[in-house]
């Protein structure tokens, strides 16, 4: 009786830990995708958070994120009161 007490134990210990290893991997490769994708050319998605209410989506297109960022902000696609907030390079 012990003896399968300690082996239930430990199978269900293996089992968490691989579990746990591979959310971690799935979570990492997310990451790195996410990373690889900001500094990607492309059209870029971005949360437009504005004073005056008016917050809305924008996608522009550009070298790198940072690049479609300043592009929008030097254009008049948003006011001056907005802040931008990367969503991510939308794939199509």
């Known amino acids: 009786m012990t003896i399968q007490i300690i082996r239930s134990t430990v199978a269900l210990v293996l089992f968490t830990g691989v579990s746990i290893g591979a959310a971690m991997a799935d979570t990492s490769d997310i990451a790195s995708h996410r990373r ?23 996608a522009q297109t550009g070298e ?13 696609k948003v006011a001056s009161t907005c802040r931008l907030a990367w969503q991510g390079r939308i794939h199509s």
């Open 64 to 76: 790198t994120a940072r690049d479609a960022e300043a592009t929008l902000l030097a254009s008049q």
């Open 36 to 58: 690889a994708d900001f500094y990607a050319p492309g059209k870029h998605q971005f949360y437009a958070w504005c004073a005056n209410g008016q917050d809305r989506r924008i």
